[in-house]
Every structure is written in structure tokens, then in C-alpha cells.
């Protein structure tokens, strides 16, 4: 499905009019999650992580024209626990942003705060293919994080290291073989691994599949405002002369009849 996200004829409020679509479904996401309306969970147990310290895990960077992306090794990492009734294997990671202001640009947010970026970590459940997993309500766990802009330039490390790779993919399909260069666990340094929010809702982009199981983590990540401004400078919707991807985040859906709930802390 093609689609955009700012352009003025072609942006978000378009996307219900792509067919064949769920955009408009009452599944929706990003939403801002509310936390007096937060359910206690104790289903919430910890989650386990396979493969997150190894950086064989990641294959390559790309510029898929609305993100970037990093295809990762689903044979070498998974997801399990945390509440989800299935193993999941890890098949990418890519990220929203903004226009390089510090405060907008995640997807998700917590009491109308809205962060700089937002990573998310997709898992496609074992026993499905990618195909079948769009059409069930539990196909995908995705993994989000904040991402919160400090002053403190060039931190930390690993992130250094991530976008020290864009100006290589700088056009969209471009793509740079980055194996064995950083782990998953050095980009959510900082982040306690039980402490997030779950709820059912969709894919954030079209079609908007109503496939996805959401974890959403209550600590950001925090990193330098010059690394996070290189997301919103340096990659591009199609090639050179083309306008940078910015505000590649999907605004807030209605949470419906849907419950948002959290761990007991
Ligand atoms: C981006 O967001 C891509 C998609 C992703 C979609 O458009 O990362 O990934 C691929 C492989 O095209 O869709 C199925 C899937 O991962 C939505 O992902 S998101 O809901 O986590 N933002
Ligand atoms: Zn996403």
C-alpha cells in the first residue's frame, strides 16, 4: 500500500481511503495512554529475551523511504514471557520521529507527554507467517520505547554507533550490512524491562492491521539531541532533492472499548 505521512495532498487523514484498509477499524494504534484508566495485570510477568547481547542479530540498516529500519536474525531472537501467550521472533526494528524539535515525533504517549522518537522492536509469532499473522489479533508483539532527547551531546555510545550509519542509506532502498557492530540491549540501555503498559491494537502504518499485541515501556530511552536530530537531517522519502522523512508518526487513535493495563508494582 502506498502512503505518506506529511505531504499536503498525502498524509495521515488520507489513509482510511487506501484500499483494502482497517484504518478506520476501532483497534487503532498509537493512542495516548491514559493513566488513571490503567488496569492492574498480573499476568504481567517478566519477559524473556533471547539474543538481544548479540550482535550478530543485526543484519542491516535500511531506508525504507518512511523509516529507518534494522532487519534482524528472527532464527537468533525472540521474545517470550511478559504476558504473551507465545514465543515471538524478533524480525526488525525501525523508528518514528519528528522535525527536530525534542518533544514530538514518538507515536505512543503517556497523559498526552509525547517523546522525541520511539523505537519499536516487531516479533512475529513463531507458529505464523508473516502473511497469516496480519490476520490474527496476536500475529505481532511489538516492543515500543520512548526516546527522550537530553542535552548532554553524543550519548550514549550505541547510538553513536546506529547513526553514525545513516548518512550511508541516505536514499530510499539503501541499505548498509551492519552485523556484529552493536547489540539490541545497548540501544535500551537504562530501560527497566518490567515496568510497561500492554494493550491490543493495530500496525501503525497501512493497512493498519488489527494484528498486533503492545508493549509499550514506561522508562525512555535517553539520548543526545544531535544524534536524534540526524533521524530528521540526514534519510530521505526517495532520493537527492527529495524532502527528508520527518513526523513519520502516526497520530493518536480512539482507544475504544479497549483496556489498557500494566504490571502490579
Ligand atoms: C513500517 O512500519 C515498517 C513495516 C511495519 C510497519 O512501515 O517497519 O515493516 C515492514 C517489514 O514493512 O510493518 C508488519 C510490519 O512490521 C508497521 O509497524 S509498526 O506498527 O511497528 N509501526
Ligand atoms: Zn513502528
Excluded at 482497517?22 to 495516548?32: H, K, L, V
Aim: aromatic share 10%; proline share 3%.
Amino acid at each position: 500500500v502506498e502512503f505518506c505521512y506529511n505531504l499536503p495532498a498525502c498524509n495521515a487523514s488520507t489513509w482510511a481511503t487506501l484500499a483494502p484498509h482497517d484504518c478506520n477499524g476501532t483497534n487503532q494504534s498509537p493512542i495516548n495512554i491514559l493513566t488513571a484508566g490503567v488496569m492492574p495485570d498480573s499476568n504481567l510477568t517478566a519477559f524473556t529475551f533471547r539474543g538481544f547481547n548479540d550482535s550478530s542479530t543485526l543484519i542491516n540498516i535500511l531506508n525504507t523511504g518512511k523509516a529507518v529500519q534494522i532487519e534482524l536474525d528472527s532464527e537468533k531472537m525472540s521474545v517470550s514471557g511478559g504476558g504473551l501467550q507465545s514465543q515471538y521472533n524478533s524480525t526488525q526494528f525501525h523508528f518514528h520521529w519528528g522535525n527536530g524539535t525534542s518533544v514530538n515525533g514518538s507515536e505512543h504517549a503517556v497523559d498526552g507527554r509525547t517523546y522525541a522518537m520511539e523505537m519499536h522492536i516487531v516479533n512475529l509469532r513463531t507458529d505464523l507467517t508473516a502473511a497469516a499473522a496480519l490476520n490474527d489479533s496476536k500475529g505481532f508483539a511489538v516492543l515500543a520505547f520512548f526516546i527522550e532527547a537530553t542535552n548532554d551531546s553524543g550519548i550514549p555510545e550505541s547510538w553513536k554507533n546506529l547513526t553514525s550509519f545513516l548518512s550511508n542509506i541516505t536514499n530510499i532502498g539503501a541499505t548498509m550490512d551492519i552485523m556484529n557492530s552493536l547489540t539490541v540491549n545497548s540501544l535500551i540501555q537504562g530501560v527497566d524491562l518490567n515496568n510497561y503498559y500492554r494493550y491490543q491494537g493495530s500496525l501503525t502504518t497501512p493497512a493498519c492491521k488489527e494484528s498486533v499485541v503492545w508493549t509499550v515501556f514506561k522508562d525512555p530511552i535517553k539520548v543526545s539531541n544531535d544524534l536524534i536530530n540526524l533521524f530528521s537531517n540526514t534519510v530521505r522519502i526517495n532520493t537527492t532533492a527529495d524532502p527528508f522523512i520527518t513526523n513519520n508518526n502516526r497520530p493518536f487513535q480512539a482507544l475504544n472499548t479497549r483496556t489498557v493495563t500494566s504490571q502490579l508494582k
